[in-house]
């Protein structure tokens, strides 16, 4: 906030209240399409276009967030957006035919393509760095919460109101967020007042409306008008992403697409979303359509999974802030794969106990992944490209739906029609419809779990090193004269597994340093200890212990000095940190900078071709920073 403090809390629930109510409105409203056929007069193809038109109106505001962003006050931006919300309920509500019914729904979908990179560029703005996973770890919440819980609510509405109800309902949280951003938000964005570029605006908003629009339609539409707006959109993007290059002030920087991590991060959270999208539509249509239970014990029976991902979402940010995403995305991968493949096999048993249980490792699998995802992938683009990162994160967010909620469902439908075209009852076809098109989903989460294994790769390398335990390599750098290579360390020490803590102290006194990486007989890197890790364990042996003047005051203290004989024999791969945090040799100085702050680390070491060959310390990055300014300004 400009010239005011602000309370990251206070942000945190504004950012997230936003991010729940545009995940929630992508699917609310669908719910009720049934009864809207049926008082406005309308067919199936029709009252698709609430869905449609919804998506295509929010995918076309995306690209435009990140200008809005940095153009306009973050409090009145924030409030605008919102009030789009409300105004396009009101509409809705008061629709008396289907085409202002649409219109309302449009202006609902132009809001919610810029709440979400909203809320994600205050949370990046005003997360304390090493808190970023969990305040992302709520806003994966929210995500998560956001179409889980609209299925709910809706059902639950239909049941005991009109579906204009429905409207209304949302009218009024709307409201309450827009009070809630007006009282608790800051204008914490620093401005920089790009200029429009409407040509890039209008490339890119056709080329999202032919390829969404395509893919919505593949399955219930006219195939080859499908397939040629696929074309066209993609044909788009050519003359769109050549004029971001060329121009100085681009609608979309595109630059965070060629950092690796960062685009696998991206595909890895689209691919959690389908999951989301697709099986929140597809289990409770099958269970009212097929097995005849109401809509309400339909949406109950998604409750315990929604519950529990409440819970997951924020515990997996803090996971992600004390190790990172290298263990929690593959485990949220490998249990929405194995579990969507389980429920798609018990489903047409009718047992909803069972399913409800089922259910819970998909949805809070997906919790697993979603926040940490999206703090990693965040986490490696210098922050003036956030917005534009946080852009392209959201675009993939409007695609996951589209695929989530029309791809999965169109393979459901189809194979129901080939089935009972070849004789099947419906049961049967819709029994195997839904097989085929959760098998689908779960390949697609397979996918992501390969991808979560090389998100581990970068995140956490373990390289095998050269030099021996307990003794010094020192390397050449060669003929590269990188930053990195100019001010690293090139004499490297390291210990072996089973040497013990009093040889880790010795070496550390001897050489001068504070930390080193513990190395097994094949010359892998498997953990890292350092000074700090030895009085943290002393510390949580004996009370006496303080700091290390303990050593010389807690002399005649028997029980310190017995605790202190007992850790100096141990081995030092009791207390290392498993694993070890590298950095690549060709990587800049900004990655490393991240790598340092973001894991807390006061040194890591430099990797080349699979071995160690230097150190780089926090105290390097110091001088080397301070050094630049001087030079920069001439001092």
Not at 11 to 32: D, K, P, Q, R, S
Not at 292 to 311: E, K, R, W, Y
Not at 365 to 375: E, K, Y
Request: charged fraction near 10%.
């Amino acid at each position: 906030m400009a010239g005011k403090a602000f309370n990251p809390k206070h942000i945190i629930v504004v950012a997230a209240f936003a991010a729940f109510l545009a995940t929630f409105n992508e699917t609310y409203l669908n719910v009720a399409f049934a009864p809207i056929m049926a008082d406005l007069g309308v067919d199936v193809n029709t009252v698709q276009w609430l869905a449609t038109a919804y998506m295509l109106g929010a995918a076309v505001m995306v690209p435009v967030s990140a200008f809005a962003y940095r153009s306009l006050p973050t409090r009145p931006l924030f409030c605008g957006t919102v009030a789009l919300l409300v105004v396009g309920s009101v509409i809705a509500a008061l629709a008396p035919n289907f085409p202002v019914l649409l219109i309302g729904r449009i202006v609902q979908s132009l809001g919610t393509g810029m709440l979400i990179p909203i809320g994600m560029n205050i949370t990046l703005e005003a997360a304390p760095r090493e808190k970023l996973g969990q305040y992302m770890g709520i806003m994966g919440a929210m995500t998560t919460l956001g179409p889980s819980v609209s299925v709910i609510l809706a059902g639950v509405l239909l049941s005991i109101a009109p579906w204009r109800v429905l409207l209304w309902v949302f009218a009024g949280l709307s409201l309450l967020c827009l009070l809630s951003g007006a009282a608790l938000l800051g204008n914490i964005a620093k401005l920089t007042h790009p200029k429009l570029d409407v040509a890039s605006v209008i490339l890119i908003g056709l080329a999202l409306v032919g390829i969404l629009y395509g893919v919505s339609t593949a399955f219930t539409g006219n195939l080859v008008v499908s397939v040629a707006c696929i074309v066209v959109g993609i044909a788009l993007l050519v003359p769109f992403v050549k004029r971001q290059r060329s121009l100085e002030q681009p609608l979309i920087d595109l630059r965070p697409l060629s950092v690796a991590p960062f685009a696998i991060g991206v595909v890895a959270n689209m691919i959690s979303l389908i999951t989301i999208f697709s099986m929140n539509i597809l289990v409770p249509t099958f269970m009212q359509s097929v097995l005849g239970l109401p809509s309400l014990t339909a949406s109950l029976a998604l409750f315990p999974a929604i519950l529990l991902s409440c819970f997951a979402s924020p515990v997996a940010g803090r996971i992600y802030d004390k190790h990172g995403a290298g263990t929690l995305l593959p485990v949220g991968f490998a249990m929405i794969a194995l579990f969507t493949a389980i429920v798609s096999f018990i489903i047409p048993n009718g047992n909803v106990v069972l399913l409800a249980v089922c259910y819970i490792p998909v949805i809070c699998g997906s919790a697993l992944v979603i926040g940490p995802v999206q703090s990693f992938a965040l986490s490696k683009l210098d922050r003036e490209l956030n917005p534009h990162g946080v852009t392209v994160m959201s675009t993939g967010f409007q695609i996951a739906g589209c695929i989530g909620s029309s791809v999965f469902v169109g393979i459901y439908a189809s194979v129901i029609a080939s089935q009972m075209s070849a004789g099947a009852d419906v049961f049967a076809a819709s029994s195997s419809g839904f097989l085929w098109a959760g098998i689908a989903v779960a390949i697609v989460a397979v996918i992501g779990l390969v991808l979560a294994l090389r998100i581990r790769g970068f995140e956490k390398a373990v390289s095998p090193a050269t030099p021996a335990a307990g003794t010094s390599a020192s390397m050449e750098s060669g003929t590269d004269d990188s930053t990195l290579r100019s001010i690293m360390k090139t004499d490297v020490f390291a210990l072996a597994p089973e040497q013990t803590v009093a040889d880790a102290l010795r070496l550390f006194v001897d050489k001068g340093i504070s930390g080193a990486p513990v190395v097994d007989e094949a010359g892998k890197p498997v953990g890292f200890v350092s000074d700090g890790d030895i009085m943290r364990h002393l510390a949580d042996q004996t009370p006496a212990f303080k700091s290390a003047y303990s050593f010389v005051v807690e002399r005649e203290n028997a029980d310190f000095e017995a605790t202190l004989a007992r850790l100096m024999q141990m081995p030092v791969s009791a207390i290392a940190t498993d694993g070890v945090v590298t950095v690549d040799a060709s990587a800049g100085m900004g990655e490393v900078a991240r790598v340092l702050a973001d894991r807390r680390l006061k040194k890591a070491p430099v990797m080349e071709g699979g071995r160690m060959i230097g150190v780089i310390n926090r105290s390097n990055v110091t001088k080397y920073s301070v050094n630049r300014y001087f030079a920069t300004h001439n001092l």
